[in-house]
């Protein structure tokens, strides 16, 4: 390895395999980069890093800006490549994946995307902290593309991805739906009360993570609050969980008791008036345990069945208009495929409408009963990419697809691979720490 040929051979060998990766053939003009690196020599290429005389004592304030600068281009490349960290914002996948998981996302198993805004901050996504400035240059772009990956996305696999709706936020609600707002308020006084509007670019909104409970091609219904997908029932997995009524004979449970069942203690509480807990979510295994409390008289679930009663209810869940769907009576719903034409109607157009518009990137328009699209009239439409359908663990307490509809391929950042860290906000540290999920490997059965 002291030879210079030797580690010249082994880089130029594995910078080949990136570039054939990559697909961009002007890369290999980089081979020249290594060949003055590890051979000639001619070129400072790390210019920051001094060059000392024999003898001269050495600074330790530019060795550590050396390995600053090598580390920063290392992991930057790891996280565009192959791996990046995600923390759980929210509940919406409890008792699965918790609030306070910090994540490593493998990039590796469906093809990691080539960055469609190369130009931007290391270790940030959309803003600086603590701040709505974006931190990448938005006028330098390139078309999506994914690399190759082991696998696409399969049914019931968790994935990180980016937030659809996503691309408009309101600078004094950034963690609201903006067309939740439009929906209910209009959109004049949405953004005269709640912004201005940012708009960010596809890879730049949020990131989420949810369970794939359908994949392009599929037909999915929900009964009952269960999954069914092409006329089979969605296996059981252990971190599901759905929201019950729970009637006690008037006293409470003990917080720690429903702690150890995984019930998020600070989403349930106790009204002495009922007397018992009008919302409790509990998974299989929970709610086996509650039930055989001796001061639970009941536990019956929250079911939302039968034919949407308003307009509000039918502004709330995709496609937003009267389907007569609810979060636990859902579908049937066809998942859009590449390559698939569907003929275009006024019945199914909502379906469809964004993501001719948006996700594929038409000049759309409907005028007359009429469809428009890059300025022809049609009556159908062939997608150019698979969709999936997303639904959080936490059946009854997630926003997902059935609040905002379909995930394109071109949003799919990865897949959920192991739990580095873990703590529970609601305890001081040290007793947060879940010593039990650190580096736990996340699997798609629990």
Known sequence: MKNRWVRFSIWAVL????????GNFWWLLG????????????????????????????????????DIIFAIIFVTFLNIFFFQSFKIPSSSMENSLMTGDFLFVDKLTYGPRVPEHPISMPFMHNVFPGSLKPCYVEGVKVKYRRLKGFSSVKRDDYV??????GDSVLTRLPADDYYTHVRFNGREYTERTYGPVLYRPADKTDHYVKRCVAVAGDTLRVLDGEVWVNGSKQKDYKGIQYSYTVVTDGSSINPKFLS?????????????????????????????KVKNLKNV??????????????????????PFTATGWTRDDYGPLWIPKKD???????????????IIDVYEDNDFEEKDGKFFINGEETDSYTFKYDYYFMMGDNRHN??????WGFVPETHIVGKPSVIWFSADANKPFPGNIRWNRLLKIVLKQK
Do not use: C
């Open 340 to 354: 698939a034409t569907v003929a275009l109607t006024a019945d199914n157009i909502d379906l469809y409408r964004r």
């Open 31 to 66: 081979l020249a980069v290594l060949f003055d690196i590890f051979i000639t020599k001619k070129v400072r290429w790390n210019f920051w890093k001094k060059r000392y005389k024999e003898g001269e004592k050495h600074s330790a304030w530019n060795e550590w800006l050396d």
């Open 160 to 165: 990180v991805f980016n937030f659809p709706h």
């Open 15 to 22: 910078y080949v395999l990136w570039v054939i990766w990559l």
């Open 297 to 318: 008289v009941s536990v019956t679930p929250n079911i939302e069945v039968g034919p949407q009663e308003d307009r509000q209810e039918a502004l709330m869940l995709f």
């Open 260 to 288: 150890d069942i995984g019930v998020n203690v600070a989403e349930s509480w106790f009204s002495a008036s009922m007397p018992g807990y009008p919302t409790m979510f509990l998974t299989a295994e929970g709610l086996q």
């Open 398 to 403: 997630s926003l997902d697809s059935r609040y």
